[in-house]
């Protein structure tokens, strides 16, 4: 009877701990992670976003002060013809 109670003891512990195992296998995502992963998305497309229009805005001020400098060296031509200057 002794081997049949230590039998018994045996096959329940392997079928335990192959359940455990079967459990540890891969699985889908849970609601967290799913919502992790959704944050990140999310963080890197705004990050993206931001960053396009940070270099959309700087190329815009580039241009605009490209283009006041030149619209200034042009009035100072104007100015200093009109007062009778010449470089």
């Given at each position: 009877?002794?081997?049949?109670?230590?039998l018994?003891v045996?096959?329940?512990f392997?079928c335990v701990?192959?359940l455990?195992v079967?459990?540890?296998?891969?699985q889908?995502?849970?609601?967290?992670?799913?919502a992790g992963?959704?944050i990140?998305?999310?963080?890197?497309?705004?990050t993206?976003s931001?960053?396009?229009?940070?270099?959309?805005t700087?190329d815009a001020i580039?241009d605009?002060?490209?283009?006041?400098?030149e619209?200034?060296?042009?009035?100072?031509k104007?100015?200093?013809?009109?007062?009778?200057?010449k470089?």
């Open positions: 009877m002794q081997f049949l109670s230590s018994t045996r096959v329940s392997a701990l192959g455990f079967a459990g540890c296998g891969e889908s995502d849970h609601p967290a992670e799913k992963k959704a990140d998305q999310a963080v890197e497309s705004t993206d931001v960053g396009d229009a940070m270099k959309s700087g580039k605009a002060t490209e283009s006041a400098g619209a200034m060296k042009d009035e100072e104007t100015t200093s013809e009109a007062v009778g200057l470089d």
